[in-house]
């Protein structure tokens, strides 16, 4: 298979395509589907953006743009500088984080990861908008630096295509690795303004306009497009969830989303097959299962594309993927930039991960940074060693290996071949074909509710990462109208204020500001949607991923400065008057608490004294309907919750709240329902009108 997916598009054209008689029901329904479509293959032109650019394919970047686009950067800060058409864009962006040339090179990085949108389609479904968080690890020729911001892009379909219309990036901090980034400009931070408030943020596809065209497709065929939406939410759950097992050596439930015949491939080390060979690569690359004190194994995942073949009975995921690794008991940190390509089975009615690819692209001295070290791992040895060499075409240099993309480029057509020193690996599957699988036909009522299921993880999506944007700005009005109108909503390390209501009380005070000394973001990445079967609640665990800035770098304990933090979402969602909002938000965190940038941000932590973790900490303008020391063992450890007080370097207890999406295995701390419901039962979706999100099994089974 010389390329993964080249032939998805012609595959589903040969569905059997009888001309649909008039049927305005029929009509209305191909137009939704186009739609939910149209959000999806935005966001993708995005995350292609970001995985291009790790390749230094700054051609294929700039033909994601349309022949007149406008690429802006900043306008904010400091003057604003313009690029025109995708040949101008291609050379601003390739001199600014490519070194000034085409293509891959092991002593460069050109790290982009853009993500948490809120995007917006508009009613007629030919445009959108969408804003992002976007982070740029780059450098060459011995040089490193780390620069970020917000990305607001601008998007428009012409005969059938979407192209970037527009892109105006907002820096907003930048350094030197050897020193650690700072303000962007160097003083307070202009807010960017939103393209969305708290009723549209919710509503990624609003009301269509007008009366919907007359179809060509039948309702076999749009039956297939919606299957293929579902299954691209369930894979890309199973993506998430292994790296949040990964993330804290859940060996056994890492193993468990396995086939019995999957196969790790490992750049530059080689094969382990079997359930077996994954547990023995596991263990032979991170150690035994379980983090220990001052183990950090974060291993974020950003810019995934999801590809599911005709007949959903095989997936793709590719992506990039932020390791955030150390031991600081012994001082000793990393940072790991990889690309990796999985491969998915659908197998006794459940997703399974049939091939995972990982191929590292960088990997560094937390100290150094990459312009200074470079680590190539050598393979385990022993019991652990690979059980076979590294499959012939796939050998290559750490930071030259491109992993085959999911198809060709979406605006050219053109497949995507590397350039530089760039060489093309896993092309061509490690396992055997997969056969497709027949679909029972539904009626048009079904094929609306499941359509509406993937329309679900669109809205909770955007209402999250909205949520962040607010957050990041300092506007309460923003994220406390996220919450839905029974709702709760968590305030970090005091408890729970109930009621939308309560939460504006509690959290409104004065004006949003102009400028602010600092940010503290939150990227709420990762995904794993669980969306009850009539489309009107679900549950979402997500990463927090956060970075901070100020005008300084920072000292130990600076609330502004160049840091990383980290934290876990659990939170419920519902439908509520067409918009999705937030029904229980809650918050595990700090998993990292941050040292200053050169004493390695998380490498030489040590253990505060028990005084020092005795802090008070504000719930707003009124004390919490909730307090967390009532909820018990839920938040024993963390700051604010009952029992001894932990901080990183001690590792903080993880809670999950759904089991095992394959084997059902049920976690140490299992969470099930709401947080707050465990005191305040009233506050169950259940006894509101709504349905309780599935477990991550029945979701996986689907449909």
Same mark, same amino acid.
């Given at each position: 298979?010389?390329?993964?997916?080249?032939?998805?598009?012609?595959?589903?054209?040969?569905?059997?395509?009888?001309?649909?008689?008039?049927?305005?029901?029929?009509?209305?329904? %191909?137009?939704?589907?186009?739609?939910?479509?149209?959000?999806?293959?935005?966001?993708?032109?995005?995350?292609?953006?970001?995985?291009?650019?790790?390749?230094?394919?700054?051609?294929?970047?700039?033909?994601?743009?349309?022949?007149?686009?406008?690429?802006?950067?900043?306008?904010?800060?400091?003057?604003?500088?313009?690029?025109?058409?995708?040949?101008?864009?291609?050379?601003?962006?390739?001199?600014?984080?490519?070194?000034?040339?085409?293509?891959?090179?092991?002593?460069?990085?050109?790290?982009?990861?853009?993500?948490?949108?809120?995007?917006?389609?508009?009613?007629?479904?030919?445009?959108?908008?969408?804003?992002?968080?976007?982070?740029?690890?780059?450098?060459?020729?011995?040089?490193?630096?780390?620069?970020?911001?917000?990305?607001?892009?601008?998007?428009?379909?012409?005969?059938?295509?979407?192209?970037?219309?527009?892109?105006?990036?907002?820096?907003?901090?930048?350094?030197?690795?050897?020193?650690?980034?700072?303000?962007?400009?160097?003083?307070?931070?202009?807010?960017?303004?939103?393209?969305?408030?708290?009723?549209?943020?919710?509503?990624?596809?609003?009301?269509? %306009?007008?009366?919907?065209?007359?179809?060509?497709?039948?309702?076999?065929?749009?039956?297939?497009?919606?299957?293929?939406?579902?299954?691209?939410?369930?894979?890309?759950?199973?993506?998430?969830?292994?790296?949040?097992?990964?993330?804290?050596?859940?060996?056994?439930?890492?193993?468990?989303?396995?086939?019995?015949?999957?196969?790790?491939?490992?750049?530059?080390?080689?094969?382990?097959?079997?359930?077996?060979?994954?547990?023995?690569?596991?263990?032979?690359?991170?150690?035994?299962?379980?983090?220990?004190?001052?183990?950090?194994?974060? +291993?974020?995942?950003?810019?995934?594309?999801?590809?599911?073949?005709?007949?959903?009975?095989?997936?793709?995921?590719?992506?990039?993927?932020?390791?955030?690794?150390?031991?600081?008991?012994?001082?000793?940190?990393?940072? +790991?930039?990889?690309?990796?390509?999985?491969?998915?089975?659908?197998?006794?009615?459940?997703?399974?991960?049939?091939?995972?690819?990982?191929?590292?692209?960088?990997?560094?001295?937390?100290?150094?940074?990459?312009?200074?070290?470079?680590?190539?791992?050598?393979?385990?040895?022993?019991?652990? %060693?690979?059980?076979?060499?590294?499959?012939?075409?796939?050998?290559?240099?750490?930071?030259?290996?491109?992993?085959?993309?999911?198809?060709?480029?979406?605006?050219?057509?053109?497949?995507?071949?590397?350039?530089?020193?760039?060489?093309?690996?896993?092309?061509?599957?490690?396992?055997?074909?997969?056969?497709?699988?027949?679909?029972?036909?539904?009626?048009?009522?079904?094929?609306?509710?499941?359509?509406?299921?993937?329309?679900?993880?669109?809205?909770?999506?955007?209402?999250?990462?909205?949520?962040?944007?607010?957050?990041?700005?300092?506007?309460?009005?923003?994220?406390?109208?996220?919450? %839905?109108?029974?709702?709760?909503?968590?305030?970090?390390?005091?408890?729970?204020?109930?009621?939308?209501?309560?939460?504006?009380?509690?959290?409104?005070?004065?004006?949003?500001?102009?400028?602010?000394?600092?940010?503290?973001?939150?990227?709420?990445?990762?995904?794993?949607?669980?969306?009850?079967?009539?489309?009107?609640?679900?549950?979402?665990?997500?990463?927090?991923?956060?970075?901070?800035?100020?005008?300084?770098?920072?000292?130990?304990?600076?609330?502004?400065?160049?840091?990383?933090?980290?934290?876990?979402?659990?939170?419920?969602?519902?439908?509520?008057?067409?918009?999705?909002?937030?029904?229980?938000?809650?918050?595990?965190?700090?998993?990292?608490?941050?040292?200053?940038?050169?004493?390695?941000?998380?490498?030489?932590?040590?253990?505060?004294?028990?005084?020092?973790?005795?802090?008070?900490?504000?719930?707003?303008?009124?004390?919490?309907?909730?307090?967390?020391?009532?909820?018990?063992?839920?938040?024993?450890?963390?700051?604010?919750?009952?029992?001894?007080?932990?901080?990183?370097?001690?590792?903080?207890?993880?809670?999950?709240?759904?089991?095992?999406?394959?084997?059902?295995?049920?976690?140490?701390?299992?969470?099930?329902?709401?947080?707050?419901?465990?005191?305040?039962?009233?506050?169950?979706?259940?006894?509101?009108?709504?349905?309780?999100?599935?477990?991550?099994?029945?979701?996986?089974?689907?449909?």
């Amino acid at each position: 298979m010389a390329r993964i997916l080249t032939t998805l598009g012609a595959a589903f054209a040969l569905l059997a395509a009888v001309p649909a008689q008039a049927d305005p029901a029929l009509d209305a329904f %191909a137009r939704e589907v186009e739609r939910t479509e149209g959000v999806r293959q935005v966001k993708d032109l995005q995350r292609l953006l970001a995985q291009y650019a790790q390749f230094g394919l700054w051609n294929e970047v700039g033909a994601l743009f349309a022949p007149d686009a406008v690429f802006t950067f900043d306008g904010s800060v400091g003057p604003a500088q313009t690029a025109t058409g995708p040949q101008a864009i291609a050379a601003f962006l390739r001199a600014r984080y490519g070194g000034g040339y085409e293509g891959t090179s092991a002593r460069g990085l050109s790290t982009i990861m853009i993500d948490s949108p809120v995007a917006n389609l508009s009613p007629d479904g030919q445009s959108a908008k969408a804003r992002w968080g976007m982070m740029i690890f780059h450098g060459h020729a011995g040089e490193a630096r780390i620069e970020g911001g917000v990305l607001v892009a601008d998007y428009v379909r012409e005969r059938g295509v979407w192209t970037i219309g527009a892109a105006h990036y907002y820096p907003q901090f930048d350094g030197p690795y050897e020193r650690g980034w700072t303000n962007w400009g160097g003083g307070d931070l202009p807010q960017i303004p939103h393209h969305f408030d708290y009723r549209t943020a919710g509503i990624p596809l609003p009301p269509a %306009a007008g009366t919907a065209p007359r179809t060509q497709a039948t309702l076999v065929q749009l039956q297939a497009r919606v299957a293929r939406m579902n299954d691209q939410d369930r894979v890309r759950g199973l993506q998430s969830a292994y790296g949040f097992y990964a993330d804290r050596k859940m060996w056994d439930d890492v193993v468990d989303l396995f086939a019995d015949d999957g196969v790790v491939e490992i750049g530059g080390q080689g094969l382990w097959r079997g359930k077996d060979g994954v547990r023995r690569w596991l263990e032979g690359s991170m150690g035994p299962a379980g983090l220990t004190h001052g183990q950090l194994n974060d +291993q974020v995942q950003l810019d995934v594309t999801v590809e599911v073949a005709p007949g959903g009975a095989e997936a793709w995921a590719r992506g990039i993927e932020l390791g955030m690794l150390g031991e600081a008991d012994h001082e000793q940190g990393w940072w +790991q930039v990889t690309a990796f390509l999985t491969r998915f089975v659908h197998e006794d009615g459940v997703w399974k991960i049939r091939e995972l690819r990982r191929f590292p692209m960088m990997k560094t001295d937390i100290f150094q940074g990459w312009g200074k070290s470079l680590i190539a791992d050598e393979a385990p040895a022993g019991r652990n %060693a690979p059980g076979a060499g590294v499959p012939a075409g796939d050998d290559a240099a750490m930071g030259l290996a491109m992993p085959a993309f999911l198809g060709n480029h979406p605006v050219t057509g053109e497949p995507i071949e590397p350039d530089g020193d760039g060489v093309l690996v896993a092309a061509r599957p490690l396992t055997g074909a997969i056969a497709g699988e027949r679909a029972m036909p539904v009626d048009l009522a079904e094929a609306e509710r499941r359509l509406g299921l993937s329309k679900a993880f669109e809205g909770v999506s955007n209402v999250s990462a909205a949520y962040g944007f607010y957050i990041d700005d300092s506007i309460p009005q923003g994220f406390g109208s996220m919450i %839905a109108a029974k709702g709760s909503k968590m305030t970090p390390f005091a408890g729970y204020h109930v009621t939308r209501e309560h939460v504006l009380s509690a959290r409104v005070a004065g004006e949003v500001p102009a400028t602010r000394p600092g940010i503290s973001y939150h990227w709420l990445t990762q995904p794993v949607i669980m969306v009850a079967d009539d489309g009107r609640s679900a549950g979402g665990r997500l990463r927090l991923f956060q970075m901070r800035t100020g005008k300084e770098t920072g000292e130990d304990g600076a609330f502004f400065g160049a840091s990383f933090w980290g934290g876990m979402y659990h939170n419920q969602y519902v439908l509520e008057d067409g918009t999705w909002r937030i029904w229980d938000l809650t918050l595990d965190e700090p998993y990292i608490v941050p040292v200053k940038w050169t004493d390695g941000v998380w490498a030489k932590a040590k253990d505060p004294a028990p005084a020092d973790m005795r802090r008070t900490f504000s719930s707003g303008n009124f004390p919490p309907d909730i307090p967390l020391a009532e909820l018990g063992p839920r938040f024993e450890h963390f700051w604010g919750g009952p029992g001894e007080t932990r901080q990183w370097p001690s590792i903080l207890p993880m809670w999950f709240m759904y089991r095992n999406p394959v084997s059902g295995r049920e976690p140490e701390l299992f969470q099930d329902g709401c947080v707050p419901c465990s005191v305040r039962p009233e506050l169950k979706l259940e006894n509101n009108g709504y349905q309780e999100p599935p477990d991550a099994p029945e979701m996986m089974r689907g449909p």
